[in-house]
Nanobody, 130 residues
Framework: VQLVESGGGSVQAGGSLRLSCAAS?????????MGWFRQAPGKEREGVAS???????TYVDSVKGRFAISKDNAKNTLYLQMNSLKPEDTAMYYC????????????????????????WGQGTQVTVSS
């Protein structure tokens, strides 16, 4: 199983980047949730955005309105469009799959909790300068 990220880089504040993550070797159930997490130096890993297999997204408050997560199920590829980037968005960004799902009645959610993720990519660095 493998998650391979690409698209990181250095931009000025206000700029945009698009991250991609190609998943291979995972089963259908492993990919019911995919997501992006990030970790800045000296800080804990935090959830940024996640998405269900029927394209229902969840975002951390700090990126709402600026970031958009999407998924191409046919290609098993996950994306994160990041606009209006801020210096505080600087971090290593990790693709995530194979979540421990959370259930609300008859539906499931993709919790932005690192401890509920079983599959990680190697990370791609995003640096935003002021």
């Amino acid at each position: 199983v493998q998650l391979v990220e690409s698209g990181g880089g250095s931009v000025q504040a206000g700029g945009s980047l698009r991250l991609s993550c190609a998943a291979s070797g995972y089963t259908y159930s492993n990919l019911l949730c995919m997501g992006w997490f990030r970790q800045a130096p000296g800080k804990e890993r935090e959830g940024v955005a996640s998405i269900t297999n029927d394209n229902s997204p969840t975002y951390v408050d700090s990126v709402k309105g600026r970031f958009a997560i999407s998924k191409d199920n046919a290609k098993n590829t996950l994306y994160l469009q990041m606009n209006s980037l801020k210096p505080e968005d600087t971090a290593m960004y990790y693709c995530a799959a194979d979540f421990v799902l959370a259930y609300d009645g008859g539906t499931y959610r993709c919790p932005l909790v690192p401890g509920r993720v079983r599959g990680w990519g190697q990370g791609t660095q995003v640096t935003v300068s002021s």
